[in-house]
């Protein structure tokens, strides 16, 4: 029987919201950032060690609220226009699983300002302390975002924050950060290749993720954000990871198999979060660059879970998604044998879930198109025919996982077909 991955939150964290700081000038690492000034800060107030993880773990999540790149565009600038609805989803997110649940209200408070007016209702020392210094550092980062030597501008981003304490910023804070502002140190850390070692080693002691289930949580938090990124898609990954695990169970994988299924289902379109969503909204005919963005989807997921510890096999299965029998998928061209059954069962899981989605243009479709549209992909050598035989043994219970997999999540309503 295969063994459950057991893997430090910070780290699991930090790997897959990764994925939530592509925006659209490439790969910005705002959540690592973020995380980085936040420790400068809490070094120098000398934090007790035992509170530094639930400090890096908010920062490394505390945009969970965001999914598009119109979102993220916005919190980029530094008087942003109403944060308040990114903090709420973001907390709401978190605040249902267990090892995640203290996170959320400090995620909730990230954008109070010291001086009130806040949406929340809470002001100065009554608006928790790590979500105080995760503000603070966010707007630091947003404004470090500059060309050329970080050193030149250090300077003028440090009145910025100043001109701002006792109003936006908790002034003691401010203080501090006016400290560490004069290490070059920080500075050099913030805009380095290696940002993510130095970040690793000031965390010495973290909560592990202690089973299969906390991945799970974690994973369905993850798949909401992804699919956060396009109303039609609200339940896709939940849904692809129902449908690949009943077909992972049916196929006689074990127990541990059959969550390792889930979760790489519900992680496998996670890469889809560095595609601008006007390219994912576009109902059909993308143009051959547009082909090409959406290509990359599946190597920036293979990347990201390759980053993970304990999940070779889960990356496998979730990021072979697109590769084809006959060498013609994408990005790998992988064929035959070098397909493990996993992923031929996570291929036809996504395709029949994208058939039997509604989607702008149609309606989701009816079981004799489905299977001829895979039995036509089985002919032409692309899709595994067992599996494929497999789900048509099990088809209304593959059916009714629709409504299982929109368990607890409102359909937005733009998702209605036109
Ligand atoms: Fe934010
Ligand atoms: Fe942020
Ligand atoms: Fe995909």
């Not at 790969?27 to 400068?40: G, N, T």
């Not at 080693?201 to 994973?219: A, F, M, N, Y």
Request: include cysteine.
């Amino acid at each position: 029987m295969s063994t459950a991955p057991k893997i430090q939150l910070y780290k699991l964290l930090r790997s897959l919201s990764l994925a939530m700081d592509y925006q659209r000038n490439g790969l910005m690492r705002h959540h690592q950032r973020v995380a980085l000034i936040a420790s400068y800060i809490a070094r120098e107030m000398q934090l007790e060690e035992s509170d530094l993880p639930l400090l890096y773990c908010s920062a490394v999540i505390h945009d969970a609220g965001t999914s598009t790149f119109r979102e993220k565009a916005n919190l980029e600038k530094f008087e942003v226009q109403n944060p308040w609805e990114h903090c709420q989803k973001g907390a709401a997110l978190l605040h249902n699983l267990q090892i995640l649940a203290p996170l959320s209200e400090i995620v909730l408070h990230h954008h109070d300002r010291w001086d009130g007016q806040n949406p929340s209702g809470l002001a100065g020392n009554a608006i928790p302390l790590f979500s105080r210094i995760i503000f603070l550092a966010d707007r630091v980062d947003v404004l470090s975002h500059q060309p050329g030597n970080i050193l030149d501008h250090r300077e003028q981003i440090m009145q910025k924050i100043s001109a701002r304490a006792g109003t936006m910023f908790d002034p003691d804070l401010v203080d501090i950060f006016l400290q560490v502002a004069r290490k070059e140190s920080l500075w050099l850390d913030l805009t380095s290749e290696f940002i993510d070692i130095h970040l690793s080693k000031r965390l010495r002691t973290c909560p592990l993720v202690t089973g299969q289930d906390e991945i799970i949580g974690i994973s369905r938090i993850f798949a909401e954000i992804i699919d956060g990124k396009n109303p039609f898609t609200y339940r896709h990954s939940r849904l692809v990871a129902e449908v690949a695990a009943l077909l992972a169970r049916r196929a006689g994988f074990d127990p541990v198999q059959q969550k390792n299924m889930y979760v790489a289902g519900l992680l496998h379109d996670l890469g889809k979060l560095s595609v601008p969503e006007e390219v994912l909204e576009k109902p059909a005919g993308l143009s051959k660059q547009e082909f090409n963005i959406i290509k990359r989807h599946t190597y920036v997921t293979y990347q990201i879970l390759g980053l993970i510890d304990g999940f070779e096999e889960i990356n496998q299965w979730a990021s072979y998604h697109h590769e084809k029998l006959n060498g013609q998928g994408y990005p790998f061209h992988l064929r035959g044998e070098e397909l493990p059954p996993g992923s031929r069962i996570m291929a036809v899981a996504d395709i029949f879930s994208a058939l039997v989605e509604d989607r702008p243009y149609r309606k989701g479709m009816p079981r004799h198109k489905v299977e001829k549209i895979l039995g036509d992909m089985v002919d032409g050598g692309s899709i595994d025919g067992d599996v494929v035989q497999l789900l048509a043994s099990h088809y209304q219970e593959a059916v009714s996982l629709k409504d299982k997999a929109s368990e607890g999540l409102r359909r937005p309503p733009d998702a209605d077909i036109k």
